[in-house]
């Protein structure tokens, strides 16, 4: 990542967030405004980032996934139906329900990295086709599932939904309780407590956060890093000095799959508490965009994946301040403008207006003696 | 050094490949502080070889022995344990990575007293580079531990897969083809590096075909051919001839045999050519010649001069600024390809396997890939494999191409035989011209000698010739005029009998004297 990459994604937050203040400032103050997006933002950037880190994983190894969809959509699914089992047939509590329904959400990624794996590294598929059978996989996997579970014919839900246990609770970061008796006007406390909201985020959002670091650490700073990037580089040399390719592309996939699981976890076991076919919604290959926007670094990704978050932030607060949008930005109201906004930040971002950015090099390519 | 104990040594290894016996019952050994060259042709086994004693092939049968200890191979781990290390002949270093980076992968931690086997250890890079930098000082072999290896010449790129293996504690050095891609100055350096290197006790084994090198460097010269050790030899009991011979197995003609010329009308005439390069600098500047027929034409020059763009414009595949030429007294600048082709040009291009073959293509259509749409090839739109596969037949029996059959993929055969499919279907058409640009690199001597057979059959055939090569033995001993090209312009032009090694290589260099 260089500077001019982070100039160009800090240009448009800016942008994204001034345009929400320009049209809700009658509404509520610019702060407040500011503060909630951000909140927002983090939150909706966490299946991104996670998606984005699940590629920078399988790619500084060597192979290409563009299977984090598939990984996803699954991952949401089996998360989901294992913490409806865990409270409705086996009679657990709410927290040990969705605790492992986050679990075999990180699972069931896990094990969809390992079928990508099989494909990719041992029998050598395309790689492309391989992410492809995952994402196809998935979606008929669960649409099938959901349906035959719910619905079919002896179903032991009789034949509707059951309501899900709920969701992850928000963690409070207690900024507010050390600087609130500072405050000495109501508007100071209100700027406490608006800022508090940005911190106060769920166990999966925070988790996102620190795997960005932790990934960025071992990526860089470790044995485990390093053979990683020498298979994705130059996968002969690295076996040349004796480090096991197979093992090491096997197991850095697997560990892909794994953050795609998590991320799939924020869809049913974080955000709501439901599942409906296709729920991911392109999210996967958002990722992978945000990924390559980042050179394929934990941190770039970040900061892209806050780009799209932002503009789906801004989406999200559109609708909000539907009623006091200015009449001349009328078409704004149109759900579907400010919906667009990701998909064309996507394209552009793909361009490589903002430079190019290189892949590992033998990224896509299997290994073979 | 006869008398200095054996270090390394290898018994009976027997190693198939499908279809092929790589290595028969060979026995190789190296003593402590020499350094043993290994002799042969492309595919004698050699590699085969090396890469048994560096644990990345396993032998049917034999056995190795380091110092004593019968050593069981499975990995390069356990060679790398038994302080062998290898320099191949495609680098295996990372270009992203940082010199320091480089040498302490899959070693992260050896320099502690106490190695650490957690993955997640962190990396201390400060602790390795000071021990590169005190290798690199102990052995003269100068490399910046903070370097991305990707912007190091290739020189040095080789001497950081030197301290690499002696980071590894490496007393047994194998350097496989290490002159293959450097410069006469890095050959010299490298030359110089090898002997202080057994001075401090390493012993190396030496892979090479040249010659030259081996009677230059070596202590002692083993000969492989065709999977078999064919005798050891002593540089000072030996000779060209002599180690050529062995290698190949006949007597090979080391100087081209050839009537004196008999040129008769001008075929090709370049006047004023202007060309730029990838990069868009002007790298051919204001270029003018003529080849006769019945003559060769030799340009030398140090690589990246020009010669390649040159060749390039001739042959119609690279645009031309300024300038024309004729071929046939027909003017073509600018023309397409297939017309200058069809106009009477063969092309022999510098990079055989990107721009001569097509690697997934079988050798019969390979060798229809010039005229394959023509009536004797197609009916219309459909290609007649008959015909095409026929044509193949007789070509590899003419043109001795070894290969299983007409249908293997060209990628597949050795370099010797890639470059005789190249050789097949460029002169088995009737042209006029052949431009050969380096027709023999990277070749083995037999396939040397012949490809040098078959230009001066095309020359005494009265076809005009135009030889580009970086080898000034191969422009000497083929050439019947010389023109030198230095910065994009060809700086001199003089007959054969007139031309001294020593003038050209001034010339080359750009050191301009009036002769």
Not at chain 2, 89 to 118: D, K, W
Not at chain 2, 154 to 164: A, N, W
Request: aromatic fraction near 6%; hydrophobic fraction near 45%.
């Amino acid at each position: 990542m260089d500077w001019k990459r982070f100039g160009f994604i800090f240009l448009i937050i800016v942008i994204l967030f001034g345009a929400v203040v320009l049209v809700g400032h009658t509404k509520s103050s610019p702060i407040i405004i500011i503060t909630s997006m951000m909140a927002t933002t983090i939150a909706v950037a966490t299946p991104l980032t996670l998606g984005a880190l699940s590629g920078v994983f399988c790619e500084r190894s060597g192979v290409v996934n563009i299977g984090i969809e598939g990984m996803m959509l699954s991952a949401a699914f089996f998360g989901w139906l294992a913490a409806i089992y865990m409270f409705h047939i086996f009679g657990f509590g709410i927290g040990i329900s969705i605790t492992v329904g986050a679990l075999f959400a990180v699972l069931a990624g896990a094990l969809m990295g390992l079928l990508l794996a099989v494909l990719s590294i041992t029998y050598k598929v395309d790689q492309i086709i391989g992410g492809t059978v995952i994402n196809i996989l998935a979606i008929g996997l669960t649409g099938f599932l959901n349906r035959q579970m719910f619905f079919g014919k002896g179903s032991i839900f009789g034949g509707q939904i059951p309501n899900s246990p709920g969701v992850l609770p928000t963690i409070h970061i207690p900024i507010e309780e050390i600087f609130i008796p500072l405050c000495k006007s109501a508007n100071c406390i209100e700027i406490v407590d608006s800022i508090n909201k940005v911190f106060d985020q769920k166990p999966i959002a925070i988790s996102a956060i620190l795997l960005v670091f932790i990934a960025h650490y071992v990526l860089f700073y470790t044995r485990w890093g390093l053979r990683t990037r020498a298979v994705g580089e130059h996968p002969k040399a690295a076996d040349t000095v004796g480090i096991n390719v197979i093992k090491m592309r096997y197991a850095n996939v697997i560990i892909g799959g794994a953050l795609a699981g998590l991320a799939g976890a924020y869809f049913t076991i974080e955000s709501v508490p439901s599942f409906e076919p296709l729920l991911t919604n392109g999210r996967g290959f958002i990722s992978l965009a945000a990924m390559i926007f980042g050179n394929w670094t934990p941190i770039g990704a970040w900061t892209a994946a806050l780009v799209f978050g932002a503009s789906q932030a801004l989406n999200i607060k559109m609708q909000l301040f539907r009623d006091v949008i200015p009449p001349q930005w009328a078409f704004l109201q149109q759900s579907y403008v400010v919906g667009l906004i990701p998909y064309i930040l996507t394209m552009i971002i793909l361009t490589g207006i903002i430079g190019r950015t290189t892949p590992p090099a033998a990224d896509g390519v299997p290994y073979e003696k | 050094m006869a008398e200095n104990k054996i270090v390394l040594e290898a018994k009976g290894i027997t190693k198939k490949f499908p279809g092929v016996l790589a290595n028969d019952n060979v026995n190789f050994d190296l003593r402590n502080g020499e350094i043993h060259a290994l002799l042969g042709e492309n595919g004698a086994g050699k590699s085969t070889l090396m890469n048994i004693l560096y644990g990345l092939y396993h032998p049917e049968s034999g056995e190795v022995t380091v110092e004593g200890n019968k050593m069981q191979l499975n990995s390069s781990r356990d060679a790398i344990k038994h302080g062998i290390g290898m320099v191949h002949q495609h680098f295996m270093l990372i270009p992203v990575f940082t010199v320091t980076e480089n040498i302490m992968l899959g070693e992260e931690t050896s320099h502690r007293a106490s190695p650490n086997e957690n993955p997640l250890v962190k990396l201390d890079r400060k602790e390795v580079a000071q021990k590169v930098r005190d290798l690199s000082h102990q052995y003269g072999l100068e490399v910046d531990p903070d370097a991305i290896v990707g912007d190091l010449p290739v020189g040095i790129q080789q001497r950081v897969e030197i301290v690499k293996a002696l980071y590894r504690k490496a007393n047994i050095l194998i350097l496989d083809e290490p002159t293959a891609v450097l410069t006469p100055q890095e050959a010299e350096d490298l030359s110089r590096i090898m002997h202080d290197l057994t001075e401090k006790g390493v012993s190396i084994i030496f892979i090479t075909h040249k010659l030259k090198e081996v009677l230059a460097i070596a202590d002692r010269i083993t000969v492989m051919r065709a999977g078999r050790v064919v005798g050891t030899a002593l540089p000072k009991e030996t000779n060209e001839a002599k180690l050529a011979s062995m290698m190949v197995g006949r007597e090979v003609i080391l100087t081209v045999q050839k009537e004196p010329a008999k040129p008769a009308e001008e075929v090709l005439k370049v006047e004023d050519l202007h060309v730029k390069d990838v990069r868009g600098l002007e790298s051919v500047r204001g270029v003018s010649f003529s080849v006769r027929a019945g003559e060769v034409l030799g340009i030398a020059g140090v690589q990246g001069n020009g010669q390649t763009e040159l060749a390039e414009a001739l042959t119609g595949l690279r645009h031309i600024e300024s300038g024309r030429f004729t071929l046939s007294g027909k003017d073509l600048t600018g023309k397409t390809p297939r017309l200058i082709t069809e106009t009477g040009l063969a092309h022999i291009p510098e990079d055989r396997q990107r721009h001569g073959l097509v690697l997934s293509y079988s050798v019969a259509d390979n060798m229809a890939l010039c005229d394959y749409y023509q009536p004797r090839f197609s009916k219309g739109v459909v290609i007649q494999q008959a015909q095409v596969d026929a044509n193949a037949k007789k070509l590899i029996k003419e043109y001795d191409v070894r290969t299983p059959s007409a249908f293997v993929n060209a990628g597949k055969l050795s370099g010797g035989n890639q470059q005789k499919v190249i050789v097949a279907r460029e002169l088995s058409r009737p042209v006029k011209l052949v431009i050969a640009s380096q027709p023999t690199r990277g070749l083995d001597v037999g396939s040397i000698e012949y490809i040098h057979k078959e230009i001066i059959i095309m020359r005494d055939r009265g076809v005009g010739v135009l030889l580009v090569s970086a080898e000034l033995d191969e422009i000497l001993s083929l050439s019947d005029r010389i023109a030198v090209m230095y910065r994009g312009q060809i700086v001199a032009t003089v007959d054969r009998k007139d031309a001294t090694r020593e003038q050209l290589g001034l010339w080359m260099a750009g050191v301009h004297e009036t002769v």
